[in-house]
């Protein structure tokens, strides 16, 4: 079977999905994703003009949260669903589906080429490559909406028949993954910023979580081991340790980060590293970058893209009016949404620091109890640039308030 021959099923196939049923064009269907045909409902059409799509007779927006995993991408989506019109759901990850990102042959090849992609060989398909990547925005828009009915109730955004409010029409996914898929053209994207090293702390913690519940030696957690058995062993008894006393290494953080776990914080390091080097081109700090331009939430658009950058310490600092900032962006009035709150989970400060929780405390400047000397000389020598671009090298700012 020829790899074009798969991008095409996989094309039809995951239309499909979305559809329920499909025609020869791609554009009728339905999307209310029942589990039988007896209960399909008739056919609608289906039609997307860039980040603007029409389902059902009911018109929708997109938009996308991106940044770098253990950044806050979920704090965001939680407060941009306390706006009765918007209904954010996640995560997608493009990225990771080989198959999917495959649809976007032209734009993955030239904005993430160490991504591989399944490669056409017949001429038809190369020649006609911007429509591949037209059918694979399609699909995306196709599943925004499939899982924004779907997984609606989640975030209270359906009705008692399942079917999603009438005052919802902003939809969204977050993805801890880069600005680039699906190549939408100004497609509004809020991208989220935080002190690396930040997020490796609440990543490493992250990655030993997910291997004690996925209980496998092929989780994330040993990424960073290159092959080596002797730093696959290390990270082992670090999961050990974490395992039997989820709370040791918030006791004892020096443990976290030892003189030989030099590898695992550059390779997390590297990671943040390399978020900065993708989203440097859509970002312009405002004014000067001195103390008082610091971490402002800053709107970078030109023909192509629409990226408003909003940074975790601000958040923290100042949720109410970040949160406003961003309905605005999105075309809301902020007036019309519920406040931020503990009970929702978006207001800061309100979570026990649990070393297996998903949602730990999240203090800004917590780096600093971990900041053991292997932990700063190996961070600093892959992502100094990153701290120094963003300004976090500047440690005592009033701003940061650690």
């Not at 001195?290 to 909003?310: K, M, Q």
């Not at 400060?349 to 649990?354: L, P, Y």
Request: net charge neutral.
């Amino acid at each position: 079977m020829s790899n074009a021959y798969v991008i095409l099923l996989a094309t039809v196939f995951f239309s499909s999905i979305a559809e329920g049923s499909c025609d020869i064009s791609g554009r009728k269907g339905n999307i209310r994703g029942r589990s039988s045909t007896q209960d399909l409902p008739n056919t609608y059409e289906f039609a997307r003009s860039g980040s603007n799509v029409t389902s059902d007779g009911r018109d929708f927006h997109l938009f996308a949260v991106r940044g770098h995993g253990k950044s806050g991408t979920n704090w965001v989506r939680n407060v941009l669903n306390l706006h009765p019109e918007i209904n954010c759901i996640g995560e997608m990850n493009i990225d990771a589906e080989l198959h999917v990102r495959s649809l976007f042959p032209s734009s993955t090849k030239e904005k993430f080429p160490d991504l591989p992609t399944i490669q056409s060989k017949q001429w038809f398909f190369r020649q006609y490559e911007k429509a591949v990547e037209e059918g694979g925005k399609d699909l995306y828009a196709r599943l925004v909406l499939e899982a924004s009915q779907q997984l609606g109730h989640l975030n209270s955004k359906t009705d008692t028949n399942g079917e999603l409010l009438e005052d919802v029409h902003v939809v969204g996914e977050h993805s801890p993954q880069k600005i680039g898929f699906p190549f939408i053209k100004k497609l509004p994207t809020i991208y989220i910023v935080r002190d690396g090293r930040d997020v490796i702390v609440s990543w490493a913690f992250h990655l030993l979580n997910m291997c004690i519940k996925q209980n496998n030696e092929e989780c994330d957690l040993y990424d960073s081991i290159d092959g080596n058995l002797t730093r696959r062993a290390q990270l082992r008894r670090k999961m050990e340790t974490h395992k039997a006393d989820p709370q040791h290494f918030i006791n004892n953080p020096q443990d976290l980060f030892t003189a030989e776990d030099s590898f695992w914080v550059r390779a997390l390091a590297r990671s943040w590293q390399s978020f900065k080097e993708n989203h440097k081109h859509y970002y312009k700090p405002k004014g000067s970058n001195d103390e008082t331009s610091l971490f402002e939430s800053t709107l970078f658009e030109n023909g192509n893209s629409s990226v408003y950058t909003i940074f975790y310490e601000k958040l923290h600092n100042d949720t109410v009016d970040e949160v406003k900032k961003m309905h605005n962006y999105l075309g809301l009035n902020p007036e019309s949404a519920e406040a931020p709150s503990a009970r929702t989970r978006t207001l800061p400060g309100n979570f026990k620091n649990k070393g297996n929780s998903f949602y730990r405390k999240g203090s800004p400047g917590t780096w600093k109890r971990y900041a053991s000397e292997t932990f700063l000389t190996s961070f600093n020598d892959v992502a100094g640039d990153a701290l120094r671009y963003y300004g976090y090298d500047r440690g005592d700012n009033a701003k940061i308030q650690y």
